[in-house]
């Protein structure tokens, strides 16, 4: 179940943090806050602080850290939902929200209101918009408008507003389903504008959210639902509630990114496809597809941006004990292009072949490095190293560790030593302590700096937001804490730094947050008295230019293996010198 926002902040208003941890730990005050001995590692001198003003803790030796609820939840080994609930029962917090039959009303409420949306959307859609045209420019013909139920809403700040009212929906309902957005000085006004709607539905078809893609220039580009009382992200899979007969019969899943990938797909007969709601592809997501197949046909554009997302996908589904195939997309953006372009039975083919993701991230690292060669093997140890960190703790991790280690000629001992003596970049959530040291230091400074600023700084978000640099982040902890502080920013309307960290049930991430929350004074560069603009500003450009530094070279290496003269050797020169241009401006 998803506890609101609203009643978590009541019971961390009514919850003493002092107090609680005062129960299992002996803490003592130390200027404003409080510290003692950690509770959670061999602590032999105070290195745990509460701060009451933040309603935080952390520990700077193991780096465990987070909200009166994490708290809880390790030393209790309970669930977040189970944490809140104990600590309403301690400090008097009603808690019957949560009763069936309110619990009811309330998702019947929301359903009508989504209902009543979805009406409006549809009738808007066909009443001459330019969303039926780019709808049909886009491949999707009106059968299949009118099978999905696309639909538009107009660029209006109460379109939709006024259909709700009209049918009895309660505009706080509205609020709670994702349609309407609270205005500070009082009313309401339509969360989605100007955007091309589609439905989401859950796996038995009901409708539970939209999706909508923007028609013309604006950011977002695509924007979901918030998480509501029947809507849940990461729990839902886009098109699964049409795909799930067809999954069982083809015996496999056709894995895509995007919303339309999955439409043009669907309705060119490849009824087996789904995708994850314009956002990563998480855990529970991949749990869901197990349920149903364990034969996964991830397709990926074949550019940085696809690896990466193959470098991502290995680990969650290695960890479900589903070893993905993978098809590159080489020649268009996406599947929806490239069906397009060639045809349903030419893309079924190239399906047919698709082979091991893992094959095909060591094929790319092979590539590009000369692993024959001390700089190239090296090179392609650290591209290597994340992914095989992720899985660090993965049933499959000797014949994996096997496996990389002939690819890139590196000994096995050396990689089981080397693996030994790093930190996991991300282990699964554990509620009792764990080893997990990722703190301030452990991260690239520059993506941190980045990241970090968008916590603690207003406005930040919308500046890094408007930089673009966000997919270049390579740390892959820091990427996805910077997405969902975006999410969180979009779905609240605001960006409260302390709201934020309450909202997260992950032990890690709540750690970091902590962390940054309430840092040492000689490890803050964000401090008051620092220029924080011109360091956002200087950590932007030192991501963009690492990013340059790699490329140039990935190219270097690309080159000793072609002859001199050659068109590829030529090109690869060609954009060799325009970065070395670029790098010493």
Not at 96 to 122: P, W
Not at 321 to 339: N, Q, S, W, Y
Not at 394 to 422: C, H, N, P, Q, T
Request: proline letters at 4%.
């Amino acid at each position: 179940m998803r506890i609101p926002e609203s009643k978590i902040a009541e019971v961390a208003a009514a919850a003493d943090i002092v107090q609680v941890i005062s129960d299992y730990v002996n803490l003592k005050k130390a200027g404003k806050d409080y510290r003692g001995i950690c509770p959670f590692h061999g602590d032999k001198d105070p290195s745990f602080y509460v701060s009451p003003q933040k309603g935080i803790f952390h520990c700077f030796g193991c780096s465990v850290g987070g909200s009166v609820f994490n708290f809880i939840m390790r030393v209790e080994n309970t669930s977040f939902v189970e944490a809140v609930r104990l600590l309403a029962g301690r400090y008097g917090v009603p808690f019957h929200f949560e009763q069936d039959r309110r619990t009811v009303d309330e998702k019947s409420n929301l359903e009508k209101a989504l209902s009543v949306a979805q009406e409006y959307f549809k009738d808007s859609l066909h009443d001459g918009s330019s969303a039926k045209e780019y709808l049909i420019g886009r491949g999707v013909p009106d059968q299949s408008i009118t099978l999905l139920e696309l639909g538009f809403a107009p660029d209006s700040w109460d379109g939709v507003q006024g259909r709700l009212r009209s049918a009895g929906v309660d505009s706080k309902d509205a609020v709670s389903a994702g349609l309407l957005r609270s205005r500070a000085g009082g009313g309401f006004y339509d969360y989605f504008r100007s955007r091309v709607m589609i439905p989401i539905r859950d796996m038995t078809g009901k409708l539970i959210g939209f999706g909508g893609r923007i028609l013309g220039p604006g950011e977002p580009k695509y924007l979901n639902s918030p998480d509501s009382a029947v809507f849940r992200k990461k729990n839902v899979l886009f098109g699964l509630d049409t795909a799930r007969e067809a999954i069982r019969t083809e015996g496999f899943v056709v894995l895509v990114e995007g919303y339309f990938d999955q439409i043009s797909l669907r309705i060119r007969g490849l009824e087996n496809t789904v995708a994850p709601l314009g956002t990563a592809l998480g855990t529970e997501q991949v749990k869901l597809l197990k349920r149903f197949t364990s034969d996964v046909i991830a397709v990926f554009d074949g550019d940085e941006a696809g690896l990466r997302a193959v470098k991502r996908a290995i680990p969650l589904f290695l960890s479900e004990g589903i070893e993905p195939r993978c098809l590159i997309l080489t020649e268009d953006k996406d599947p929806d292009e490239a069906v397009n372009r060639i045809g349903v039975e030419a893309f079924r083919k190239e399906l047919d072949g698709a082979g091991s993701a893992i094959d095909f991230f060591l094929d790319s690292v092979e590539s590009r490095y000369d692993v024959n060669a001390i700089q190239g093997r090296n090179l392609a140890l650290e591209e290597c190293l994340p992914v095989l960190r992720e899985i660090a703790d993965s049933k499959e991790a000797d014949y994996l560790i096997e496996r990389f280690s002939s690819r890139i000629k590196v000994r096995e001992d050396r990689l089981r030593r080397i693996l030994r003596s790093g930190p996991n970049i991300r282990r699964p959530e554990r509620v009792v302590a764990t080893d997990h040291k990722k703190n301030l230091f452990d991260f690239p400074a520059d993506e941190r700096n980045v990241v970090r600023g968008m916590l603690l700084r207003d406005g930040f978000i919308e500046r890094v937001l408007e930089s673009g640099v966000l997919k270049d982040l390579e740390d892959s902890v820091l990427s996805d804490l910077a997405e969902r502080m975006v999410s969180f920013r979009q779905q609240e309307g605001q960006f409260d730094p302390v709201a934020f960290s309450r909202s997260l049930e992950d032990h890690n991430l709540a750690s970091i947050i902590a962390g940054w929350l309430k840092p040492r004074p000689e490890e803050d560069d964000l401090r008051p008295e620092v220029d924080g603009d011109l360091a956002i500003d200087h950590s932007v450009d030192s991501i963009r230019l690492r990013k340059l530094e790699r490329r140039k070279d990935e190219i270097k290496e690309r080159m000793k293996k072609c002859p001199a003269g050659e068109e590829e050797y030529n090109l690869l020169a060609q954009e060799f010198w325009a970065i070395a241009r670029r790098l010493h401006k």
